[in-house]
Each structure stands twice: as structure tokens, then as C-alpha cells.
């Protein structure tokens, strides 16, 4: 928008235009009566503006609404070929891929497999994104040049000053502080590399549990433990990039997580409250059952759920959500009876007591948000007509 001014020409139909690809994303196929009522613009207006948007690739016709008077409304929708995203989940057994149109529909997926991961180098770890945004692209016809976003969910974070990723000593080749530079040397653009829990909020904040509140918590328990905090319907991120990583938290009956980086790479990250309620220690916990037997186990269920209202507890003193989404594997298998479990075990640990829901998102909630993480990148850019 450079060289305008607010109130010219311009920029109000510029804000016009966006209004009316907003609505088309968030509703589908629309008339061009039905965008000039909901944006509030005339007939000729709605017209000059849809025509526009067709010129510039972003919009196109798609049939027409049946069942009225008078002549078949044409419906216009997004073109979904103006824009393509990438979004990628990066964890210790691999890396998963899916492209995506702008309209959201993925059209490709690829997956590379642990042993790769595990045996990564630096230029490695570039060269295996590239395969799995490759593979993913294989039955589009397209290429790295003609996406418009690509976002990657990781544990951990990339501190803002060094741009070296910290809190993910288990992920062996992705600590380079050139790591963002060589990615985006083999992805053919600039990339984004988010924390992985953050990504399974915003995947909350769309679709999910959380999608009528803008203080939450989301709690993720899996291998590993993390948490992500919305305030204001905003991430809180830290002055590292660490804010949520309660899996170092010190915990009554936990050991610390004490030392370097070195010393966390193990499934308990050293100690603290990751060695209470990760998969590994609710397993250990059930003498080494499988996950979904052990948090069958009534008195293993009652255990972590103590442990877990424990933590929780500490971490809603602190920033007060209206809102805890308990999310991951450990949440999902333990389901409905864990939930209520642990909400009666904060009933006098804190106060204010918030609602306290599992996570329903269908899939892998990272890669879901690393997805809408992009989308919303692309779209901030090709729908700026200004």
C-alpha cells in the first residue's frame, strides 16, 4: 500500500476487495447481490469489484443459483488457483507435508520417515524438507516457485535473536543458526519455522475447541509436554520463543530439569513436569503397557490426572484462561473420564477455575495449524489489491 493514503480511491476499494474475499473464503459460493448485502455495497459497486477480482486471478464464476425469479444468479467463489501453500510437522519419527490451494483443499501430501530424521546433519535436515515439500508437490504439476507460503511446526522454538532453533535437543540437525537461510535456499522461498504446540492452538482458535475464546490454554501431552498460551486471541510467545514450554516446569514429586541442553534430549527432558504426564511416564507408570491400557487403568488414570491438575494448576494461577484444551495422545486416550478426573482434582487447587475441555480437531492438529498458518499468510498477501 505504499504510495496511498487512508480515504483515497484506492485503499477503500482495496478494503472493499478484501471484505469480499473474506466473505468468499469464510461462506463459499457467493451472488453478487448476496457480497453487495453483506458488505453493504451497490449493485454497480459489487459489480465493478467482482469483475476486478476476476482480471486479477482471484475470483471466477462457478454456476449459478437455481430457484428464484428472474434470470440464474451467477455464483462466484475463490479461484483456488491463486495462490498455493505448504505446511509441514517436523517430529523425532519424521516429517509430514500437504499442499494446499488457497481456498484451503489439500491437493498433495508426502511423508519421509524417522530414520532419515535420525540420522540428520545440517545441509541434511534442508534436503529432507525439500524431499517432503517435493513429494508433496509430485501430483500437483507444481513447484516450489508457485507457493505462496510454507510454514513448519517444530518442538521448541527459534529464539528471535540468534534465529537458532532452542528447547529441541531431540531433533539432531535443526539447531544450525543458519537453519531458516538454508531452508528457504532449497525451498525456493522464504519459510517459517513456528512452535509446534502454538500451531495445534491456532488449529484450536479455527476449528477446534477454542474457537469462541480468546484466553485459552492448550495443553499438548504426547512424547513430549508443551503448552500454548492465547491471551487476547494473541500467542504469548516469550522473549526466547519459549513461553509454554512447561515441560521443564518444576513439579512437588518431579526431579529438576537441571543442566544444558545435552541433558534434555531424553523422553523426560531431564526432569520436571514432562517426566510426570509424557507417554513415556504414563507408561512407566503402568509398568510399560501400552498407552491406551494404562490410562484404562483406573488407579493409573486417577495418578496422572493428580499429576496433571498439579501442573495445570500452577500454570492457570499464573495467566488466568477461561479455557484448558488438553490435547495430544495422552489426553486422547484417556478421553472424557481423564477430563473429568482432572477437573475434580483442581476443584481447591486453583482458582479461577477454568473450562476444561479435550481437544476434538480430527488429524494431525500441527499440521492442521502450520496449514492455517499459511493460508492466512498467502491470503494477507494476494488479497492486498492496493
Not at 498460551?229 to 509454554?244: D, H, K, Q, S, Y
Request: charged fraction near 20%; proline fraction near 6%; hydrophobic fraction near 45%.
Amino acid at each position: 500500500m505504499a504510495g496511498t493514503t487512508p480515504g483515497t480511491p484506492r485503499v477503500l476499494r482495496a478494503m472493499n476487495d478484501r471484505a469480499a474475499l473474506d466473505l468468499l473464503v469464510a461462506q463459499g459460493p457467493l451472488t453478487r447481490t448476496r457480497i453487495g448485502e453483506l458488505t453493504g455495497l451497490s449493485k454497480p459497486t459489487a459489480s465493478q469489484l467482482l469483475a476486478r477480482l476476476e482480471d486479477a486471478g482471484l475470483v471466477r464464476s462457478t454456476g449459478s443459483q437455481r430457484g428464484r425469479p428472474g434470470p440464474n444468479a451467477v455464483l462466484y467463489e475463490i479461484d483456488p488457483a491463486a495462490a498455493h501453500v505448504a505446511a509441514l510437522s517436523v517430529g523425532p519419527t519424521g516429517i509430514d507435508a500437504v499442499v494446499a490451494d488457497v481456498t484451503g483443499t489439500v491437493v498433495g501430501s508426502c511423508r519421509v520417515e524417522a530414520d532419515a530424521v535420525a540420522e540428520d546433519v545440517r545441509h541434511r535436515t534442508a534436503q529432507l524438507v525439500a524431499e517432503a515439500v517435493d513429494g508433496a508437490l509430485r501430483p500437483t504439476g507444481l513447484g516450489h516457485d508457485d507457493l505462496d507460503a510454507v510454514v513448519i511446526g517444530t518442538p521448541g522454538a527459534i529464539d528471535p535473536h540468534t534465529g537458532q532453533l532452542r528447547y529441541a535437543p531431540h531433533l539432531p540437525g535443526w539447531h544450525s543458526r543458519t537453519l531458516l537461510a538454508d531452508l528457504a535456499e532449497v525451498v525456493g522461498r522464504p519459510v517459517v519455522i513456528e512452535n509446534d504446540v502454538n500451531l495445534a492452538a491456532v488449529a484450536e482458535q479455527y476449528e477446534g475447541a477454542a474457537q469462541d475464546h480468546d484466553h485459552f490454554v492448550l495443553a499438548y501431552l504426547d512424547e513430549g509436554v508443551g503448552a500454548a498460551i492465547v491471551l487476547g486471541g494473541t500467542l504469548l510467545r516469550g522473549a526466547t520463543g519459549g513461553a509454554g514450554e512447561i515441560g521443564y516446569m518444576p513439579l512437588p514429586g518431579a526431579p529438576l530439569a537441571r543442566g544444558g541442553a545435552a541433558d534434555w534430549a531424553g523422553p523426560d527432558a531431564g526432569g520436571g513436569f514432562q517426566s510426570q504426564v509424557s507417554c513415556p511416564a504414563v507408561r512407566d507408570l503402568a509398568g510399560g503397557r501400552p498407552l491406551a491400557e494404562a490410562l484404562a487403568d483406573e488407579a493409573v488414570r486417577a495418578e496422572v490426572a493428580r499429576r496433571l491438575a498439579t501442573g495445570l494448576a500452577s500454570v492457570v494461577a499464573v495467566v488466568d484462561p477461561e479455557l484448558v484444551v488438553l490435547s495430544g495422545r495422552v489426553a486422547q486416550e484417556g478421553g472424557e473420564e481423564l477430563r473429568e478426573r482432572v477437573e475434580a482434582e483442581m476443584t481447591g487447587l486453583a482458582l479461577p477455575r477454568p473450562l476444561l475441555r479435550i481437544s476434538d480437531i480430527e488429524g494431525d492438529p500441527i499440521l492442521t495449524g502450520a496449514l492455517r498458518t499459511a493460508l492466512a499468510q498467502a491470503r494477507d498477501s494476494i488479497f492486498d489489491t492496493a
